[in-house]
């Protein structure tokens, strides 16, 4: 029985390609903001920031 040292190491990087790209997604969803963007009337994107249009 030969062993085949690409089929392995292609085999060990499927099995850890999905738990790492959930890893991954977690730690994005937990520390990147991803606020929802509000648009006005006029089609434009309302800012969270404080204006002062006086």
């Known amino acids: 029985m030969t062993i085949d040292l690409p089929l ?3 085999g060990i990087g499927i099995m850890l390609a999905v738990p ?10 937990k520390n990147v903001d991803h606020g929802e963007a509000r ?3 006029d089609g434009k ?3 969270d920031k404080e204006t002062n249009d006086e």
Not at 20 to 29: D, G, H, I, Q, S
């Open 45 to 47: 994107m309302i800012s």
């Open 8 to 10: 392995i190491l292609a």
């Open 20 to 29: 790492l790209t959930f890893m991954v997604a977690n730690w994005v969803r």
């Open 39 to 41: 648009f006005g009337p």
